[in-house]
């Protein structure tokens, strides 16, 4: 009962910004919305591989130390802030060859779409640690609260901001859920986020998405290298055994 609740709970959640732009606002910005949103699914898809993985490392029939739950979930959240923060300057570069002059005011409104992917992601990755303890209640209890709070905002969000202040509320909703989850967790197993691994992604998240908005080519060029140059040395380590292994995977074929 619980999971189906928050079945429900998440497609409001998600869903119901869609429907709300499409009632109040013009045709022109349903196209642009519609526009977005696939830039949102597609880091959507990429962090379902990410989810599925994690559940076939925590879904065990031992409960780990709360020290791995909270080295998983800080590194996760950062690693999709630093992803997206390369991301970003590279769609505005890209922005004419990918989506056209037609939807130009789709424009201001692709980074919403990928902060919203990214709460929700570590929404889900955190929401994964309940079913390893056998509490599926809060799971649904969380969502209920935060598909509540996106109800609240999202038409005075929608008609103050349009398609930005759709994804705005759904941004704030998630927020909330994370927050209810971190703070359950952190009393049932002492679940602790690394907020110092975690300031430099965000920075690095924060920098890029100002110099999208800017529009400026020069600003999203150096901050498309910076970004990359940040990435690689925060994932060093990560990325030599990658190119390690991809390296023994081609010699042995």
């Keep these: 009962a619980p999971l189906g609740i928050n079945s429900v709970a998440y497609w409001l959640l998600t869903s119901l910004g869609r429907v709300v732009v499409s009632v109040t606002l013009s045709l022109s910005a349903n196209g642009v919305f519609a526009i977005g949103s696939k830039f ?3 880091v959507a898809l990429a962090t379902t591989c990410f989810t599925l993985a994690w559940q076939d490392v925590a879904f065990t029939k031992e409960l780990k130390p709360a020290s791995f739950y909270s080295r998983a979930v800080s590194q996760y959240a950062g690693f999709l802030m630093s992803s997206t923060a390369i991301l970003l300057p590279a769609i505005s570069l890209a922005f004419d060859l990918l989506v056209g002059a037609s939807y130009a005011e789709a424009y201001f409104v692709i980074p919403s779409f990928l902060w919203v992917a990214i709460v929700s992601a570590v929404s889900t990755f955190i929401g994964n640690i309940f079913y390893v303890i056998k509490d599926t209640k809060t799971i649904g209890v969380s969502m209920v609260i935060s598909c509540l709070v996106n109800i609240v905002l999202v038409l005075p969000m929608t008609i103050w901001l349009g398609c930005l202040g759709a994804n705005l ?27 110092r691994s975690g300031v430099l992604p965000l920075l690095l998240l924060a920098f890029c998405s100002i110099a999208y908005f800017s529009g400026s080519s020069i600003c999203n060029i150096t901050s498309l290298l910076i970004s990359i140059i940040c990435f690689a040395i925060m994932y060093r380590s990560r990325i030599s055994a990658l190119l390690s292994a991809v390296s023994a995977k081609l010699s042995r074929g």
Excluded at 170 to 190: D, E, P, Q, T
């Design 40 to 42: 949102g699914s597609t």
């Design 169 to 195: 509320a759904v941004l704030v909703a998630f927020a909330v859920n994370i927050a209810i989850r971190y703070v359950l967790l952190g009393r049932k197993i002492g679940l602790s986020f690394d907020w």
